[in-house]
């Protein structure tokens, strides 16, 4: 099976820009997780999709982002305008139940440099 | 707030060598644990975990983890290093409570390097 796709896997914009990262889970997986990691930090969650619901966004750092999962299946996590402390990885992942005993399946992460 | 702490941000070892990294976690209720490893332009991928049972666990790739209740802690082991082991190291741990405690919390990653 496919695994997560995410896309672009760089972004490089000028600070107040938009940006749109997108993440395609795993056919069939309701579930869909977005984290990031920061400088070098911890990997950090930042919401939860269950289909096309969010479940928990306890993770949002400020209103600057925005994500979407229009007709449960890929998601995008916009953010505008960007920030320079928004450099980071972004992580997408994808289960089929929640919380999964077994693991989640993570993409590749979109690498965002904002300068 | 559940945290995890891998308190070595670079381990080195030599190949053939025992490899540890290490993790100490912090949860309320039973703690979901678990290892990831990030290769070069990969994704995180899963390794091991401890759900129930016993306390020893083993992965992917040869590695075991060993569960300590009482030093909070879920070290990450492999008997003989390779050269190809090296990568960056997650440890990441979920609660049992309902709501966000069962989101996933990660450590802030270990890059091992394994020296031939």
């Known amino acids: 099976e496919a695994g997560v796709t995410q896309f672009p896997s760089h972004s490089v914009i000028e600070k107040g820009q938009t940006v749109t990262l997108r993440c395609d889970p795993i056919?069939?997986?309701?579930?869909l997780y977005w984290y990031r990691r920061v400088m070098g930090k911890e990997i950090k969650f930042l919401l939860h999709?269950?289909?096309?619901?969010?479940?928990?966004e306890s993770g949002m750092p400020n209103n600057r982002f925005l994500a979407e999962r229009t007709g449960g299946t890929y998601s995008t996590l916009k953010v505008q305008p960007a920030e320079l402390e928004d450099s980071g990885v972004y992580f997408c992942?994808?289960?089929?139940?929640?919380?999964?005993?077994?693991?989640?399946?993570f993409g590749s992460g979109t690498r965002l440099t904002v300068v | 707030a559940q945290s995890v702490a891998q308190p070595e941000d670079q381990v080195n070892v030599a190949e053939g060598n025992p490899l540890t990294v290490k993790c100490t976690y912090s949860?309320?209720?039973?703690?979901?644990l678990f290892w990831y490893v990030q290769y070069p332009n990969r994704g995180l991928q899963f390794l091991l975990k401890?759900?129930?049972?016993?306390?020893l666990v083993k992965g992917s790739y040869g590695f075991e983890a060993e569960f300590n209740k009482s030093q909070t802690s879920f070290h990450l082991k492999k008997p003989s290093a390779l050269v190809s082991d090296s990568a960056l190291y997650f440890c990441?741990?979920?609660?049992?409570?309902?709501?966000?405690?069962?989101?996933?919390?990660f450590g802030s990653g270990t890059q091992l390097t394994v020296l031939p």
């Open positions: 992942a994808s289960s089929q139940v929640h919380p999964s005993n077994y693991g989640y399946t």
């Open positions: 056919s069939g997986h309701d579930n």
């Open positions: 999709f269950v289909k096309e619901s969010k479940q928990d």
């Open positions: 949860v309320s209720g039973n703690p979901y």
């Open positions: 401890y759900i129930t049972g016993d306390n």
């Open positions: 990441a741990v979920r609660g049992s409570i309902s709501g966000s405690a069962r989101q996933l919390t």
